[in-house]
């Protein structure tokens, strides 16, 4: 009988710590994916701000709107 609840309570506890290396996993890529969006739309300004395009010529080639851009521009320096 103990040995059965020490298996349970192996199992559960494996299961906890697995749980949490993939919570871990995908708070890690949840950064990784922040960083490149940042990357990404800190381009899209340089671009904007450099003169070489304006905020129109972005939503041709991207495909987002104005709006949405301007406001991944703006969260930039928030």
């Known amino acids: ?4 609840n020490t298996d349970k309570a192996a ?6 710590a697995a749980k949490k290396r993939l ?3 995908l708070a ?4 990784g994916h922040a960083a ?6 800190s ?3 340089d671009e904007i701000d450099s003169g070489a395009l304006r905020q129109v010529d972005a ?15 703006k969260s930039l320096t928030d």
């Open 1 to 4: 009988m103990a040995t059965d």
């Open 11 to 16: 199992k559960e506890a494996a299961r906890a």
């Open 23 to 25: 919570a871990d996993a």
């Open 28 to 31: 890690e890529r949840e950064k």
């Open 36 to 41: 490149v969006d940042t990357a990404f739309w």
């Open 43 to 45: 381009k899209v300004r």
């Open 59 to 73: 939503v041709d080639a991207l495909g987002y709107s104005r709006e949405y851009i301007r406001k991944q521009i």
